[in-house]
């Protein structure tokens, strides 16, 4: 169980605070909801506690585990082989995974094949959001603006040239 000023990750929606943790009745039933702030986008989530195993809620990574991505991502190669219809199914699951691994792969991913051949509408929107998760995370992990965070990662993620050299 999560407590008040807990920093954690909301699988496809990205890192937030927990503010405060209420009882509301919705639909005729009262649960216990985490109310969550998320600081990049500036919206409040509400998340049923007895849910949060299934909706894969877990804490924000700390900052040694910071290293460890930036180093995964700056070293990782990109697989980019699959047809349009497979690698959007792949990568919404990657999403959907809450791993943080999963989530950078691909931002990676679709930032090489942006810079090779650009994207379809569904996928610039599938990298707008991932970059938005991966950022957040990032940002609360470091205790960075959203900012700092973006410039972070942008330096991070070498250009196909650059990972060619």
């Given at each position: 169980m999560f407590?008040?000023?807990?920093?954690?990750?909301?699988?496809?929606?990205?890192?937030?605070?927990?503010?405060?943790i209420e009882e509301k009745e919705i639909l005729g039933e009262t649960?216990?909801?985490y109310v969550m702030h998320m600081p990049i986008g500036d919206m409040k989530v509400m998340v049923p506690t007895k849910n949060v195993e299934n909706i894969g809620l877990r804490e924000v990574i700390d900052r040694n585990t910071v290293k460890l991505v930036l180093e995964w991502i700056r070293t990782k190669e990109v697989d980019d082989s699959a047809n349009w219809n497979r690698r959007y199914r792949t990568n919404m699951?990657?999403?959907?995974?809450?791993?943080?691994?999963?989530?950078?792969?691909?931002?990676?991913?679709l930032m090489f094949r942006e810079e090779e051949k650009g994207l379809s509408t569904g996928e610039r929107k599938m990298l707008d959001n991932a970059k938005q998760i991966l950022i957040s995370e990032l940002a609360l992990a470091s205790d960075l603006k959203e900012e700092q965070a973006i410039e972070l990662l942008e330096g991070i993620v070498p250009t196909k040239n650059e990972a060619e050299k």
């Open positions: 407590s008040v000023g807990d920093k954690v990750v909301y699988p496809m929606y990205g890192a937030g605070i927990i503010e405060s649960q216990k909801y699951d990657k999403m959907k995974s809450g791993d943080i691994y999963e989530v950078a792969d691909v931002v990676k991913s």
